[in-house]
Structure formats: structure tokens, C-alpha cells
């Protein structure tokens, strides 16, 4: 298949089709570019959607990228990635505790 060029789509790294035992990285990401956000809160079209007051408070922040390895299954798919996923997890590991959590 080809790329598609839409908007959200056009940065997509694979257009293959996905096959059962193949293994990818899905790369979910919020970043807080100015180069684009900046424009963007100037644009009555695209500010519509944005809070400027919220985006301006987290522009110095850069963003967050959480990775997962996944195998494709018959049936969708199996996360191959051992980490801490919700906050208090992930506050816990930040400060000091073990990964995996014992006596989990």
C-alpha cells in the first residue's frame, strides 16, 4: 500500500501490511513544539482546538514519548514491553523502586 499524505498520516513509517510474528514499535508521542504550535494558536482555524493558556504552560516541557515492541497475532496484537504504565508506578520506579514490582 502507499502512503497516505492526509493529515496524522503522512508520518506513518510503514504502509505494509502487517503480518501474524512480525514486530514493530508503536512510538505514541506529545510534544510541545513552538516552531508549530505557536503558528498554530494564531490560526483561528487550528486555535479552536487548542487551550493557549495550557500549551503555553508546558511549551518549555519538550514531550513524551512512551515506546512499546509489539508482535503482531492472529488476533491483533501482544506487548513485548515490561514497564511501568500507570503514574503511580512510574513515580514509584522515578523514585527508587525496584522494576518489576515485587510480589506482583
Known sequence: PTTLMRPGYKSL?????LEPGMVITVEP???F????????????????FLVK???????????????????????GSESLTQVPRTCE??????AG?????LGV
Open 53 to 75: 493558556e495550557a500549551v503555553l504552560s508546558y511549551m518549555g516541557f519538550g514531550g513524551v514519548r512512551i515506546e512499546d515492541n509489539v508482535v503482531v497475532t492472529e488476533g
Open 33 to 48: 513544539s513552538e516552531a508549530l504550535l505557536l503558528p498554530a494558536l494564531q490560526d483561528p482555524v487550528k486555535a479552536k
Open 13 to 17: 513509517r510503514t504502509a505494509r501490511v
Open 89 to 94: 508506578e512510574i513515580e514509584a520506579v522515578m
Open 29 to 31: 508521542g506529545c510534544y
Open 97 to 101: 523502586a525496584p522494576w518489576p514490582a
